[in-house]
């Protein structure tokens, strides 16, 4: 089964801090007036959350290049586009929130 994968540069913030800021969004997420509603069907939420982040997301340090860190993120076949969804419309967007627009940036040449 192929996995869907999203490739970001890092700038001016560690791999392990935007881990770590997913597995605490992850965890909000969880709770029962979680802003995810209105981004992912209740349906569908309750699918995602038989599931830990690391079930439905791998992240790799991929490799560093200009000096800057990588990171990239598989979806995992089990809740692919429901993850997608929540990454592209929840989670990414509070990392943006959180460290700034030009921290976690798409790989050129990259979605």
Excluded: C
């Excluded at 995602?48 to 979806?75: P, Q, R, T």
Aim: proline letters at 5%.
């Amino acid at each position: 089964m192929s996995t869907e994968q999203l490739e970001y540069e890092l700038d001016g913030v560690t791999f392990t801090d935007v881990t770590d800021e997913i597995g605490k969004i992850w965890e909000q997420m969880q709770q029962p007036d979680s802003q995810v509603t209105k981004v992912v069907d209740s349906a569908e939420l309750e699918e995602l959350k038989n599931h830990s982040v690391n079930e439905v997301m791998a992240f790799d340090k991929g490799s560093a290049f200009a000096g800057e860190a990588a990171l990239i993120i598989a979806f995992a076949p089990v809740a692919a586009k429901i993850t997608r969804d929540v990454w592209d419309h929840f989670i990414l967007p509070r990392l943006i929130d959180r460290f700034g627009p030009d921290a976690i940036k798409p790989k050129k040449g990259r979605k």
